[in-house]
C-alpha cells in the first residue's frame, strides 16, 4: 500500500536552521544535523534541506552540512537552493542527497529540468514553484524568493515541468506560506487532478486538520516547517491522527 | 568481518556504508578484486542506468571477480539497480545483458495511469520465509525509487518479499548466496536496519 508522505523541511542559512513568515522575517532555530538525526528517528517519511543563502561562497559549508545530514540520517533527502546546472545536482548528491529541487533556476532554463532527469533520472528532479494567487482566479509563478512575479501561470508551469521530465512538483502557496492557516486546498486539487506525478504540498501548515484536508485533496505529501521544528505537532502524533482519518500512513515504532 | 562496497560510478555509495555501521558491519568502497576476494560479502549498490552499470563493470573489470566470488558461495546483495544487473537480461533502452545470477527479466512499468517511477514508502509483503526476512511483517515500509522491475523465471522460490504495485513488484529476490533488494535498506528507517542486521548474520 502506498503511503502519504509528511516531510519537515529545513530552510538552511549560514550553517543553521532558519525559519521565516512569508519569506521574512527570518529567525535561527536550531543545528540541521541534530534536527535531521531526530527527524528520521521519529517518523518523518523524507527530509527537504533548502540552501536559502546560496552563495557563491557559502556552498562548500553547504556541502559539508549535507555530508553531515546524509550521515546522520536513514530516510530520503532533499537538497534545493542555488542549483542551476547538472553539475550541481551531482555535487549534492555525492554529498549525500536522494533527490534535487529547483526552482528559479527552472524558470530562467526550463532545459535544466530535461537534462538534469536525463542524467540522473526523473526520480531525482523535483520542480519547486513557488506560486501566488492573482486577480483573475488563477496563481503566478514567483521566484528569488517569492519577491518577483513572472506572470507565468502556475498550473501551466507545472504541467509543463512535469513534461520535461520532473519526477515531483512541489508547490510552495505564497499566500498561505507562514501564517498556520492551511495550505491552499484549491491549487493542490487542480494540480493532483491534472497531473500524473507526485504533488507536495507546501506552505500553511498550523494543525493536524490542515494536513488532512490537503492530502484528502489529492496531494502525495505534505511538507512543513515550524510546527515541526517548534514541537506544536509532533510527527508521530500526527501520523496517528492522520491514520485514523484512513489516510495512508507509514506506522511509527515509538 | 568487511563488506566489499563495489565502486563503479553509480552514485553515492556511503549511504550504504554509513548504514551498514549502523549494525556494526565494516565495509569498503572498493574496486579492487583482491579486497573483493578478501571480503566477506559483497554488496553492489546502484542509481541509474542498467547499460551504464554493465558496461562500467567490465570496464573496471569486476565481471570475473564477482562471478568467481559468487560461485565460491560468497554473499553477493544487490540494491536497487544493483539487483537488477543479477539478472539475464533488461529491455532499458534496448536489450542488455546482465550478470545471469538469478533467472529472470527486467522491464518497465506498463500499466496505463500507473505513475512512474514506483517512489514511495511501500508495505513489505513476505512471500517465502527465511532468515533473510526474520521478524518482517507486512506492517514493515521500505523505500522505492524504480522505473523497470524484475519479471522472474521461477517466482515462487525466488521471490522472498514483494510489494503491491499494479502488480507483484518483486522487491527482495534470493538464489543461494546471491540476494537482491529493490528498495534502498540505507534509505529505510528501522526497517533497511533489521534488513541489514539480518544480512549480517546471514553472513555469519
Not at chain 2, 563495489?6 to 578484486?33: C, E, F, M, W
Not at chain 2, 560468497?74 to 545483458?97: A, T, Y
Not at chain 2, 517512489?119 to 521500505?142: A, H, K, Q
Request: aromatic share 8%; glycine share 8%.
Amino acid at each position: 500500500m502506498l503511503t502519504k508522505r509528511i516531510i519537515p523541511c529545513l530552510d538552511v542559512d549560514h550553517g543553521r536552521v532558519v525559519k521565516g513568515k512569508k519569506f521574512k522575517n527570518i529567525q535561527d532555530v536550531a543545528d540541521p544535523v541534530e534536527l535531521g538525526r531526530s527527524y528520521s528517528l521519529n517518523g518523518a517519511d523524507e527530509l527537504v534541506f533548502y540552501d536559502i543563502t546560496a552563495s557563491y561562497e557559502q556552498r562548500d559549508i553547504f556541502l559539508n552540512i549535507v555530508e553531515k545530514v546524509a550521515e546522520a540520517i536513514r530516510i530520503p533527502f532533499t537538497i534545493g537552493g542555488g542549483i542551476s546546472t547538472p553539475d550541481d545536482f551531482r555535487k549534492v548528491l555525492m554529498a549525500g542527497a536522494d533527490k534535487v529541487s529547483v526552482n528559479s533556476s527552472a524558470v530562467k532554463n526550463p532545459q535544466l529540468i530535461r537534462d538534469a532527469a536525463l542524467r540522473f533520472g526523473n526520480q531525482c528532479v523535483v520542480l519547486s514553484i513557488d506560486a501566488k494567487r492573482n486577480d483573475n482566479a488563477s496563481w503566478d509563478v514567483y521566484v528569488k524568493g517569492g519577491r518577483e512575479n513572472t506572470g507565468i501561470d502556475a498550473i501551466e508551469w507545472a504541467k509543463k515541468g512535469e513534461a520535461l521530465g520532473a519526477g515531483e512538483i512541489c508547490i510552495n502557496s505564497i499566500d498561505t506560506d507562514g501564517v498556520k492557516q492551511g495550505y491552499d486546498l484549491e491549487l493542490n486539487q487542480i494540480l493532483s487532478e491534472e497531473l500524473t506525478i507526485p504533488i507536495i504540498a507546501s506552505g500553511g501548515a498550523g494543525k493536524k486538520e490542515d494536513f488532512a484536508s490537503v492530502l484528502k485533496v489529492g496531494a502525495s505529501a505534505a511538507l512543513a516547517a515550524s510546527v515541526f521544528h517548534y514541537g506544536e505537532i509532533p510527527i508521530p502524533d500526527l501520523k496517528r491522527f492522520l491514520s485514523h482519518q484512513k489516510l495512508p500512513m507509514r506506522p511509527v515504532d515509538l | 568481518m568487511s563488506i566489499a562496497i563495489i565502486d563503479y560510478d553509480v552514485g553515492n555509495l556511503k549511504n550504504v556504508h554509513t548504514a551498514l555501521k549502523d549494525v556494526q558491519l565494516d565495509s569498503v568502497i572498493t574496486r579492487d578484486p583482491q579486497v573483493m576476494d578478501d571480503a566477506s560479502a559483497i554488496i553492489l549498490p546502484g542509481v541509474g542506468a542498467f547499460a551504464d552499470a554493465m558496461a562500467n563493470l567490465n570496464k573496471y573489470h569486476l565481471l570475473e571477480p564477482l562471478k568467481k566470488n559468487v560461485k565460491k558461495g560468497k554473499m553477493l546483495l544487490g540494491i536497487c539497480l544493483g539487483m537488477q544487473i543479477l539478472f539475464d537480461e533488461s529491455s532499458e533502452d534496448g536489450q542488455h545483458q546482465g550478470l545471469g545470477f538469478i533467472p529472470g527479466k527486467v522491464t518497465r512499468f506498463d500499466v496505463p495511469g500507473l505513475t512512474v517511477p514506483h517512489m514511495c514508502w511501500n508495505n513489505l509483503v513476505v512471500n517465502r520465509e527465511e532468515p533473510f526476512v526474520s521478524g518482517i511483517t507486512s506492517e514493515d515500509y521500505v523505500y522505492f525509487v524504480h522505473s523497470y522491475y524484475a519479471v522472474l523465471d521461477h517466482f515462487d522460490s525466488d521471490v522472498v518479499a514483494y510489494a503491491e504495485y499494479a502488480l507483484k513488484v518483486p522487491a527482495i529476490v534470493r538464489k543461494d548466496n546471491v540476494i537482491g533488494m529493490q528498495f534502498h535498506p540505507e534509505k529505510s528507517a528501522e526497517t533497511g536496519t533489521r534488513l541489514l542486521r539480518n544480512l549480517k548474520e546471514c553472513i555469519q
